[in-house]
């Protein structure tokens, strides 16, 4: 099995930054790709960002020129560096990975725990 573990949430001022981080540890022989989902209170789960093995990034409308998503293939993480965040980035923020655990293992969905961002004044 692969386990995720996400930090680096926490409460901060409208226009400051944080950087989230995801490890991936346990069986993991290969991971695809990497995403970074939200759920606000009450709302439904949004895909923030997600990255490609090799590399192609992709962004919710959102947090476009604002977010940055990463990953470290040899240390099986990925970050979210958040900018200039706002209000409404308040959210239990997810990380999810599709990964396999040996060659000939299918690729699955993993997710972790979930981390708390608060942004509010």
């Known amino acids: 099995q692969v386990q995720l573990v996400e930090s680096g949430g926490g409460l901060v001022q409208p226009g400051e930054s944080l950087r989230l981080s995801c490890a991936a540890s346990?069986?993991?022989?290969?991971?695809?790709?990497m995403y970074w989902y939200r759920r606000a209170p009450g709302g439904q789960r949004e895909l923030v960002a997600n990255?490609?093995?090799?590399?192609?990034?992709n962004y919710a409308d959102s947090v476009k020129g604002r977010f940055i998503i990463s990953r470290d293939n040899a240390r099986n993480t990925t970050s979210l560096e958040m900018n200039s965040l706002k209000p409404e980035d308040t959210a239990v923020y997810y990380c999810?990975?599709?990964?396999?655990?040996?060659?000939?293992?299918?690729?699955?969905?993993?997710w972790g725990q979930g981390t708390q961002v608060t942004v509010s004044s």
């Open positions: 999810n990975v599709v990964a396999r655990t040996d060659s000939m293992s299918p690729f699955r969905s993993y």
């Open positions: 346990g069986r993991v022989f290969s991971i695809n790709a």
């Open positions: 990255i490609i093995s090799g590399g192609n990034t």
